[in-house]
């Protein structure tokens, strides 16, 4: 499981009631901001199928955040202008690498919200295929 994805799909307030459970466990002088959260630019890169090849599509606004948790560094980047998406990514990101204890329940918490997530775009998908048109019968 790639906890980027899971979080980074995650609503807002599910990301934000895991990085206050892991803010419980630290003191406020353990969290250093390294850099951000500050809006940024990345290119999209998009494969074209027919002659499979990649370019750029074009560039899309991100939020990232860099810090160190209690000595630990932490990444979080969402699509968007989110901060407190961006923050709290971070804060869990430095709380897996540091391991431990709450590095374990966030691992749980983690795998229940991608179960919820795939449910959601199973659902999705199927909602989808039942308005599907087959060009070749008509």
């Excluded at 901001?33 to 199928?49: A, C, D, I, K, N």
């Excluded at 990514?89 to 897996?96: Q, R, Y």
Aim: proline share 1%; hydrophobic share 45%; charged share 25%.
């Amino acid at each position: 499981m790639n906890h980027y994805h899971v979080l980074a799909n995650s609503p807002e307030e599910e990301v934000c009631r895991l990085a206050s459970a892991v803010l419980e466990h630290y003191e406020q002088s353990q969290v250093k901001l390294l850099s951000g959260p500050q809006q940024g630019l990345v290119m999209l890169r998009v494969r074209e199928t027919v002659a499979n090849s990649l370019f750029n599509a074009g560039e899309v606004l991100v939020t990232e955040v860099k810090l160190e948790l209690d000595d630990q560094f932490g990444f979080g980047m969402i699509i968007g202008d989110s901060q407190r998406h961006a923050m709290g990514i971070a804060l869990v990101d430095a709380a897996l690498r540091k391991g431990g204890d709450v590095a374990d329940w966030l691992t749980q918490e983690l795998i229940n919200l991608d179960a919820q997530i795939m449910e959601k775009n199973r659902k999705e998908l199927a909602l989808v295929a039942s308005t599907k048109v087959e060009f070749e019968r008509m």
